[in-house]
């Protein structure tokens, strides 16, 4: 029976170990799809969620990071209905949602890439005001929030973390993965730099060395 998810998501029926993948913000799941292609042809049970407000036609300035969050957890009860183990994979502000998950879930370990976890103060402020002009920045404020409390919790993550960084990323300085990964409450973490990749990693030029670290990581850990 196929599963039951928003038509712009996608998914792979493989093995009992599964996988969900969760785009960045203001993106898409097609974010994910060739690293979801290469876990499929592996084995794995691959879903790729779309987060609510994102996709095609973007109202994402009508939703907050706990809509977000609700629509990881329909793609998380899909893969535990279904596999005994599940791992989850985020993209930038999919990278929060992956830890947010990892502490309030049983999951088998987290992936996580190009993931922001503070903004400047300066540029809380800016925002603080120029949301009124530009009401999608309504959403990046709820970000904040949503960083802010990962932040405050990173020692609650305890299953196995694999962090993933581009050297070239303009949007999330690299010292982001180096706090993330030093303050996380697991023993078994691992950070893993593309010197040639910038933040949308899963995309760039390095792809397919990030495709085959994240398989290499989840199957070290929960064989297909």
Known sequence: MPMRLDSSSFTFEGGNVGCL????????????????ELLAEKGFTVVGVRLAGHGDNQEVSKTTWRDWVASAKEGLQELEGRCRRVFVVGLSVGGLIALYLAMQHHIEGTVIMSTPISLKSWQVHLISI???????LFC?????????????????VRVPVL???GVKDRHVPPGHARYIHDHLGSEDKELVWFPNSGHAITLDGERELVWA??????????SA
Do not use: A, C
Request: zero cysteines; proline letters at 4%.
């Open 163 to 165: 962090v993933v960084q």
């Open 130 to 136: 120029l949301k009124y002009l530009m009401p999608w």
């Open 140 to 156: 990046v404020v709820s970000i904040v929030e949503l960083m802010r409390y990962v932040r405050e919790n990173l020692s609650r």
């Open 213 to 222: 670290t994240v398989y290499d990581f989840i199957v070290s850990r929960g």
């Open 21 to 36: 993948l969760i785009h960045g913000f203001r993106g898409s799941p097609q974010e994910m799809r060739g690293l979801g």
